[in-house]
């Protein structure tokens, strides 16, 4: 049996090397962030219906609701939706006093790798698009482009993208011979898909195309002169067309990633509201993956 010294001498030890653990675990633990000032954004400046500079945009409205509830002022670093945006907005410290830029992106893919993304409140997808009227109201389903006649056949002028699902697909169906392509990033960082269905849609270059759902229900909410036919497409031939639309933060920023986390579901009801002023299509949001021991 041990006698009274030892037994306090080993608690003594015992003491000593937990509080040298928890003296690891503390210097070990994230640095407190210093008081926010501004709720930053990292936004693209001509990116409708989801950003636009005059803050007109389905993400601006989310990030004014954010920025009030936080009590903070909102603040914008624009850059084109494009390679290296999040090099220049969110890692971007390259600032007088060594801090970031911004600090949040309103919009990515729920498996966007640059970022820590956070829960996701928006599941949408693409979608097939033409104008009613012109020779194509035949198509009431993307399954309608399987089983075209000769004649129905010829009449396709379909727009496709250099990137994104739809390309793969009209591959698939055998349609690429009908197909003029665009580039998903033109040099005018103000020409995007939209722009593409506004004028060369609109104006008879193509008479079909594929779009991010959310645009397709801006644009058949805003042009007024035409009635713009949005087909959400659902998986077919192994394509995926549905995604989970997040916000992104720093990976290091974990305290931030879970005030917006609790801010997505405090306002989840107001967020999709928004989204329905916006015509855009919503699936129901599928519930969360399970994280894995490396996962944010």
Request: charged share 25%.
């Amino acid at each position: 049996m041990l006698s009274l010294p030892k037994i306090r001498g080993r608690i003594r030890l015992l003491t000593a090397m937990m509080s040298g653990v928890f003296a690891l675990s503390v210097s070990a633990a994230e640095p407190p962030s210093p008081p926010r000032t501004a709720f930053k954004v990292c936004a693209p400046p001509y990116s409708l219906p989801m950003s636009d500079k005059d803050e007109s945009g389905y993400e601006n409205k989310i990030a004014q609701l954010f920025a009030k509830d936080l009590g903070l002022p909102l603040q914008y670093t624009w850059f084109p939706q494009r390679m290296g945006f999040v090099r220049a907005t969110l890692k971007n410290n390259e600032t007088e006093d060594g801090s970031y830029k911004c600090d949040i992106v309103m919009g990515v893919v729920d498996n966007f790798d640059l970022a820590a993304t956070t829960r996701p409140y928006l599941r949408s997808s693409w979608a097939l698009v033409y104008f009613k009227g012109r020779g194509l109201d035949f198509i009431k389903s993307q399954d309608d482009l399987k089983h075209l006649t000769a004649a129905q056949k010829k009449l396709l002028r379909i727009g496709v993208w250099d990137q994104g699902p739809t390309t793969d697909w009209v591959y698939k169906l055998g349609l690429m011979d009908n197909a003029t392509p665009f580039p998903i990033m033109s040099g005018d960082a103000r020409q995007g898909p939209g722009h593409i269905i506004e004028e060369d849609l609109k104006q008879d270059k193509i008479n079909l195309t594929f779009v991010w759902g959310p645009i397709g229900g801006y644009l058949a909410h805003k042009i007024k002169d035409a009635e713009l036919i949005v087909i959400p497409l659902q998986k077919d031939q192994g394509v995926k067309f549905d995604f989970q639309i997040a916000m992104a933060v720093r990976h290091p920023d974990t305290a931030w990633k879970k005030q917006i986390n609790d801010l997505i579901g405090k306002h989840q009801a107001k967020i999709t509201s928004i989204l329905d002023e916006y015509g855009v299509p919503q699936l129901e949001l599928l519930p969360p993956k399970k994280k894995s021991t490396n996962d944010d």
